[in-house]
């Protein structure tokens, strides 16, 4: 343990809206970021803060004693990882490879099965807790992967996050963030409801809010969500596009399973719709748009 306590160089690839907070945190926490990302200027503030950019996946790993990725889509893993000059291909033996990018836990599984073959310490860690999270270094991080491997890259989620938690096996972290995806598209699917319900009834929705916020029906997506929906704010501190991604990796995992969640088939059909109209760049809370239209 004291030896996988010093790593200090981490790679991070995927520096977005949630990356480029985490980033941040992990530079305050005293490691060194050396970063990836397809357009540099978008990553200027961070390079002016001291993470050091490179042009490709390649020089970025070389030299890392973990590398963190959280990219957008499960094909942008697979890109990242398997293409040639990818992670697998550039980095050292011994690296820690931390995927935190919700993607498929078959993925996941593939990723760590090769990985390991090629002397990698492999994890999937999801996050949850949205760019509100990413900034004040409070995500929930859902690790799965070999325990001592978790145990090692703590002081790495401990710079992110605050609700830590080991998940069991290779995907099971990923599928830990599926469970979480399909409460929230529930949860969200709920306060909608209720507002479009409310507003056709005539009630004064700020009152509405402060009323049931502290009761049964209060849900960090109320506390979000709800205030924003009033006011219109659909920018995203979650793209619209990656949650209908998450819920479809989720019913496919469901349907292996045997298992009709007819909730979330519901609600991934009303996103999709929503998508197909342009909205996919917006944030969650944007499906009140489904019950206005």
């Known amino acids: 343990m004291q030896e996988e306590n010093k790593m200090k160089k981490i790679g991070f690839i995927g ?3 949630m990356g480029k907070s985490m980033v941040r945190n992990l530079m305050k926490a005293g490691f060194e970021l050396h970063i990836y990302a397809r357009n540099k200027e978008k990553v200027e503030d961070v ?3 001291g993470a050091i950019f490179y042009e490709s996946i390649q020089m970025c790993v070389a030299d890392c004693e973990a590398v963190i990725t959280i990219v957008g889509f499960p094909q ?3 890109e990242v990882y398997f293409d040639e000059g990818g992670i697998l291909d550039s980095a050292a033996s011994g690296t820690y490879l931390i995927d935190m990018t919700t993607t498929s836990p078959q993925l996941a599984k593939k990723i760590a099965s090769e990985g390991t073959e090629k002397g990698f310490h492999v994890l999937d860690a999801p996050v949850t807790g949205g760019d509100t999270g990413a900034k004040a270094g409070t995500l929930s991080i859902l690790a799965g992967g070999e325990e ?3 145990q090692a890259c703590l002081p790495l989620f401990e710079a992110m996050g605050t609700n830590i938690n080991y998940q069991g096996k ?8 599926l469970a979480n995806q ?3 598209a529930g949860t969200l699917t709920g306060v909608c409801e209720a507002l479009s319900y409310a507003k056709a009834k005539g009630l004064h929705l700020p009152t509405l809010l402060k009323s049931v916020s502290t009761g049964a029906a209060g849900s960090k997506q109320l506390d979000i969500f709800g205030p924003k929906i009033l006011d219109g704010d659909f920018e995203p501190g979650f793209f619209m596009k990656h ?3 998450d819920m479809k990796l989720a019913l496919i995992e469901a349907n292996m399973s045997g298992l009709s969640l007819e909730m979330l088939s519901l609600v991934l059909s009303n996103y999709e719709q929503l998508e197909a109209q342009g909205y996919g760049d917006m944030g969650t809370q944007a499906l009140i748009k489904y019950y206005q239209e």
Request: a negative charge; aromatic letters at 8%; charged letters at 25%.
């Open 76 to 78: 942008d893993v697979e």
């Open 148 to 150: 001592k491997d978790y």
């Open 170 to 177: 290779a995907g099971s972290g990923q599928h830990a963030k």
């Open 182 to 184: 399909i409460m929230i």
């Open 15 to 17: 520096v977005g809206i």
């Open 243 to 245: 949650f209908t991604k």
């Open 47 to 49: 390079i002016s803060e």
